[in-house]
């Protein structure tokens, strides 16, 4: 049973950086495609961000290009999500998901694996 667990989440300002975390206890990484979604209250869970598992390709929301980057250390078993120039709208719970071999559908909450969430609340 894989397990996925989120870091990093904190309370910031506007403008600030933090760097999420998502450890997988499970298998190796390295073969999961692994994505960022996020969920502000009152609003659906949305897409933001994914590492495909084969060549390491990645795929951005709109709103996260250019502030937002993902990377994987297979050898960690974690995969990241640096964010940049935070604004008040990023404010959400971030769930890391994941799953093996992946291909397709990246943007769609489809995955096998979830995990529980970081906070991430940002104030202007």
């Known amino acids: 049973q894989e397990e996925l667990v989120e870091t990093g989440g904190s309370l910031v300002q506007a403008g600030a950086s933090l760097r999420l975390s998502c450890a997988n206890s499970?298998?190796?990484?390295?073969?999961?495609?692994a994505a960022w979604f996020r969920q502000a209250p009152g609003k659906e869970r949305e897409f933001v961000s994914a590492?495909?598992?084969?060549?390491?390709?990645?795929f951005y929301a709109d709103f996260a290009k250019g502030r937002f980057t993902i990377s994987r250390d297979n050898a960690k078993n974690t995969v990241y999500l640096q964010m940049n120039n935070l604004k008040p709208e990023d404010t959400a719970v971030y769930y890391c998901?994941?799953?093996?071999?992946?291909?397709?559908?990246?943007?769609?909450?489809?995955?096998?694996?979830w995990g529980q969430g970081t906070q991430v609340a940002v104030s202007s």
């Open positions: 998901a994941a799953e093996p071999f992946k291909e397709g559908d990246y943007d769609r909450p489809l995955y096998d694996y």
């Open positions: 499970g298998r190796t990484f390295s073969s999961y495609t």
């Open positions: 590492i495909k598992w084969s060549g390491g390709s990645t």
